[in-house]
């Protein structure tokens, strides 16, 4: 499979025209700054770009960034403009031909950038063989992929990797496309469909097991849209599975909880991270006005606590007690607390 996906990336497919469906294009409702930093991006790098999503984390300035499946490189220069020339960016890609045009414009974006030295790197490799490129463990603020892991074959590799190379409280801030079943064995054997990240997407629900498993405790969905299939042949083969493009956030905390738990803490927004000044969205159901106290369960108080995101808010309250679940998150107690109304003649062992 890694044969044939750089052979579609490589040497099949020669700028996102080519492509057949939208899975991997999917830029919508792009903010102005994102919009400015792309037009900063050379026109070849560009066009040969096939991602599924925004990654654009806040507050990155300084940061060290690991991209995942960097292709020509695009996403790499965008962030490379928000870490600033202190910061830095890697990218890491299998495919010859991509990471080529990406290395081709490193000198152009640092000179276009302002900087004295570009503060981008490009490397031939694996996603789910990391451990062979001599990375150090702890040595990353933030991993970003776009539409890239769904075409791995060893996504829990991947995500076990990433969760050596992070520094305690990073995260990885990713999007890729998801299933709403699993996709049969057939369907993943097709090098096309896999090679338009269709086939190779997970099962929502798998994914979120292999993110715990990989000490991801509690995923966060940022954002989501549904894939459409414009292409007859592709959607006859496999338009019976819904596919979505989705922005996950997962943070390095080992200390999160399986679940919301409700220890009577709340934050208060300062509007101090740049592009934010009237509202942070954490995640989708998260978005956090300026100045108000705002009630928070204890995962998402660590989230903000115990990362890079810590100065920018004021804190409320404290581990002391514990509440029960936190039904702000979605997760509510599962039992009538009032008991049936209706008489039942039928006994029960538990």
């Known amino acids: ?202 099962y929502w629900n798998d994914f979120m097991s292999l993110a715990k498993k990989a000490g991801f405790n509690e995923p966060r969905l940022v954002e989501d849209d549904v894939i459409t299939i414009d292409n007859a042949d592709v959607q006859d083969k496999i338009g019976h599975i819904n596919f979505f493009s989705a922005t996950y956030r997962l943070f390095k905390l080992p200390e999160l909880e399986s679940y919301c738990e409700d220890y009577g803490q709340a934050v208060i927004y300062k509007g101090t991270i740049p592009n934010h000044p009237q509202e942070f969205w954490l995640d989708k159901h998260h978005a956090i006005q300026k100045g108000k106290v705002f009630p928070v369960c204890g995962n998402t108080y660590r989230m903000l606590h115990d990362t890079r995101f810590n100065t920018h808010f004021e804190f409320v309250g404290n581990w002391d007690t514990h509440y029960g679940i936190f039904d702000g998150c979605g997760t509510s107690l599962p039992f009538d607390l009032w008991g049936s109304t209706e008489d039942s003649s039928e006994g029960g062992c538990c």
């Open 1 to 202: 499979m890694h044969d044939e996906v750089k052979d579609y990336y490589g040497k099949v497919l020669q700028n996102s025209d080519d492509l057949k469906t939208n899975a991997c294009c999917t830029d919508s409702h792009l903010p102005k700054y994102v919009k400015k930093a792309l037009s900063q991006v050379h026109d070849e790098v560009m066009s040969r770009y096939y991602g599924c999503g925004l990654i654009a984390p806040a507050l990155l300035e300084g940061t060290r960034i690991l991209d995942l499946g960097s292709g020509s490189g695009r996403d790499c220069y965008v962030l490379s403009q928000w870490v600033g020339e202190n910061g830095s960016v890697l990218g890491v890609d299998m495919t010859k031909e991509q990471l080529e045009v990406a290395q081709k414009h490193v000198d152009y974006h640092a000179e276009k950038f302002g900087y004295k030295k570009p503060n981008t790197e490009f490397r031939l490799g694996y996603i789910e063989r990391l451990n062979e490129l001599d990375l150090p463990d702890n040595s990353f603020d933030i991993i970003v992929s776009n539409c890239v892991i769904n075409l791995s074959p060893d996504k829990e590799a991947v995500l076990s990797e990433a969760y050596r190379l992070l520094k305690p409280g990073g995260e990885v801030y990713f999007s890729d496309v998801y299933a709403d079943r699993r996709v049969p064995q057939e369907l993943i054997d097709d090098p096309v469909l896999y090679g338009e990240c269709l086939s190779g997407a997970l």
